[in-house]
RNA sequence: UGGGGAGUCGUCCAGUGGCAGGACGGCAGACUCUGGAUCUGCUUACAGGGGUUCGAAUCCUCUCUCCCCAGCCA
């Protein structure tokens, strides 16, 4: 539903669909198709068009298909099915039991094919692959015709079938469009539209000994499923030609290809081949791995399924390249979970503070707001005791100029507890690195107020020793340093950052998250948002950080440190 | 050098003959029991040259730059 708060996107391609609507092309349907290869996960990129073609398709109230482009057996596996399918559904979209695949159509496309050869618009080829190379020429040279292009109607049936059947060698022919090797567009020379491949498939099993190529098989399949408006990649462009050729020369169902330009995300990569090359190389835990811009990996690191379709909204659609700053996705997912996640105090890098005048073996719970965005999230008890732990990098024994946090002498806010100076500095007599602070606490400031009205400049989180909870956390940065990996070096992996994962092993949680559960997310105050992690176990939570908050005193210190 | 596309703030997207706008980022400030959130302000762009027009990002023209295509991958 349309409304003022909520308006659908606009872009050229919701344009061009009002017009044909307007003009009641396609009988004022509207119908879309998300067609992944199984042979990979699907990533941000993929969002992007999920949302694109769903999302057009619930605007227009019309239907958006799944289908698996399944027509290279070589390459694709029923995992992958399994991770699209549930990667979809996550995303938020559904397409009831319209769940099809090209090699549903395996049949009918061979009587396509078939049909083409009657009409003489294609012919089985002998050329060997080098050979088929040969005479495609190049790109400003003519190609030549193949020596087998005037074969008879019945002699190619006649073939066809037995390239069919399996009695051929793969490689040994090919069944090619004939169509003008003189084109300017070389996908119009001839183009492959059948290999022998001798291997089994998913689905078909052995049924098939010949599969068809993309461009012959899409059209096609678009034109069975009654498709109004096929959307792809601008890399598609030139094959437009060839997709309207084939359904001309028979005569069938005519969907309209569009073509958007595909997503680039700084400091990731996007494409099937490179992000299969860090799975197989392990240079990632898997395809989930927290820092892969997979569907799967952004869930796993904590992204939300809202927070991911706002930004595929907010990239908009065109036909230039572009890349699109991360940033925008991290402020995408920091904007959802400010608003839904319940905040808990952790301790990521633990110092001791012995409040040295709260006495020995005393506790007491404090309240706590979980979320100061959304009040009806509730309140919580945090137990305060004598021995605390705080953030190391929230004392600094001889503080830079504008930190305001705890250093000798100094009061600070522990956060809905108490005012407390440090008195006190334990050092390591070997290292000289502080290993305890001794500090005093104010009774008057219990909750957090001063009766007197003093301000403090500075609220910091803290966990009690004894109640909190060990767990591990694990920090994430981009996995590449640069925008575009391999911009500079032409070899993206030059470009991993060697910090991109960072494990914390001994961090303190509040106890209030000895029931969180795998998925379970969180803002860390101070820290930025977490969530629980699967490897998390009887033996001990583990966090992953989505993303940090943002975080003014560090930016004033890197500008320091710069002048 | 063949064919197909694309050039608007740092980034992404609008604007389709009438004051170039939004978002992210950055910078500055207000507020704050998260140096969070929120709010306010500022910042910067029509690839270039000609032309048409009272008026051009938009129309015409020439030029430049970038992307894609020579898989029996999709």
Redesign the pocket.
Known sequence: MSTPETPYP???IRELIREDLKNRKFDSRVHTRFPP?PNGYLHIGHAKSICLNFGIAEEFKGLCNLRF?D??P??EEVEYVKSIKEDVKWLGFGWDNREYYASDYFEKLYGYAVDLIKKEKAYVCD???DE??EY?G???EPGRESPYRSRSVEENIELFEKMRKGELP?????LRAKIDMKS????MRD??IY???RADHHRTGDKWRI?P??DFA?CFSDSIEKITHSICT??????RPLYDWFLEQLNVYHPQQIEF?RLNLSHTVLSKRKLIQLVQEKHVSGWDDPRMPTISGLRRRGYTPESIRNFCE????????????M??LE?CI??DL?KHTQ?VMAVLRPLKVVIVNYPENQAEELDAVN???DPGMGTRKVPFSRVLYIEKDDFREDPPK????LSPGKEV?L??AYYITCTGVVKDKNTGEVTELQCTYDPATR???SPDGRKVR???HWVSASHAIEAEVRLYDHFFTRPVPGGESNDFKTDMNPKSLESLKSCFVEPCLANAKSGDRF?F??MGYFCVDPDSSDKGLVFNRTVT?????A??EK?QKKN
């Open positions: 606009s872009d050229f290869e482009d027509t290279n070589a390459k050329l060997s692959a088929i190379r495609r190049t790109l400003t793969d490689g040994s022919r090919t300017g567009n070389i996908n183009p492959v290999r022998i491949m599969y190529m993309y899409h601008l890399e598609f462009e030139d094959h330009a907010r990239i908009g659609v065109a036909k230039r390249d572009s890349t699109v700053d940033a925008l402020f920091r904007e400010n905040r979320n100061p965005e504008g930190f305001f946090r806010r956060r809905y909750g957090g107020d500075s609220t910091i803002q105050e101070r908050l943002r975080d003014t005193w930016r004033i500008a």
